[in-house]
């Protein structure tokens, strides 16, 4: 079955940097997207972009970029995602979310990791 | 970016009760859009895509309509296990988008 499983909780100064990963298992994992959620405490859920595992590219939402790089290592079929620059109000759980598409071309979040807790605190 | 505001926000039902939730998009998203459960500590689970695709291994209770800006999700009769927060997520252009959530309790 499929499985993404996420690296374990952080804890991290303003300005400092953190790097998640999310080891998957259970299918291609070149041949799907991951996609990047998160969620601060008490709130919903944000879309932060997603890598092409195959190809490396990648697609950023605007309010991340600059801050954002999403990379992959395909030989441990691990996707991850670094963040800088840290502030308080990146604390939230960071998802990784593997894209699935449907056979007439829509796509959506099919399988999600258990989540990171980030914590930017001085 | 599309804005996608969930009505209500909260709703408070009993076990065997017809649910509905709105979901409006600030401009047209043909039937991008899908819908996802999410219980306390755990991450969000699929229900719907396309708008009215059901999820495989999803109960058929659980059933999604509407195209362009106004989508709905409907749970026909309520079980203990719904109550949670639903949210929906277009994915119609970039950045895709969340709703606010619906947080469904128990009456």
């Known amino acids: 079955q499929v499985q993404l499983v996420q690296s374990g909780a952080e804890v991290k100064k303003p300005g400092a940097s953190v790097k998640v990963s999310c080891k998957a298992s259970g299918y291609t994992f070149t041949g799907y997207y991951m996609h990047w959620v998160r969620q601060a405490p008490g709130q919903g859920l944000e879309w932060m972009g997603w890598i092409n595992p195959n190809s490396g590219g990648t697609n950023y939402a605007q309010k991340f970029q600059g801050r954002v790089t999403m990379t992959r290592d395909t030989s441990i079929s691990t996707a991850y995602m670094e963040l800088s620059r840290l502030r308080s109000d990146d604390t939230a759980v960071y998802y990784c979310a593997r894209e699935g598409v449907s056979n007439s071309g829509y796509d959506f979040l099919l399988d999600w990791g258990q989540g990171t807790l980030v914590t930017v605190s001085s | 970016d599309i804005q996608l505001t969930q009505s209500p926000s909260f709703l408070s039902a009993s076990v065997g009760d017809r649910v509905t939730i709105t979901c409006r998009a600030s401009q047209g998203i043909s039937s991008y859009l899908a819908w996802y459960q999410q219980k306390p500590g755990k991450a969000p689970k699929l229900l719907i895509y396309?708008?009215?695709t059901l999820q495989s291994g999803v109960p058929s209770r659980f059933s999604g309509s509407g195209s362009g800006t106004e989508f709905t999700l409907t749970i026909s009769s309520l079980q203990p296990e719904d109550f949670a927060t639903y949210y929906c997520?277009?994915?119609?252009?970039?950045?895709?988008?969340f709703g606010q959530g619906t947080k469904l309790e128990i009456k």
């Open positions: 396309a708008a009215s």
């Open positions: 997520q277009q994915l119609n252009s970039y950045p895709q988008t």
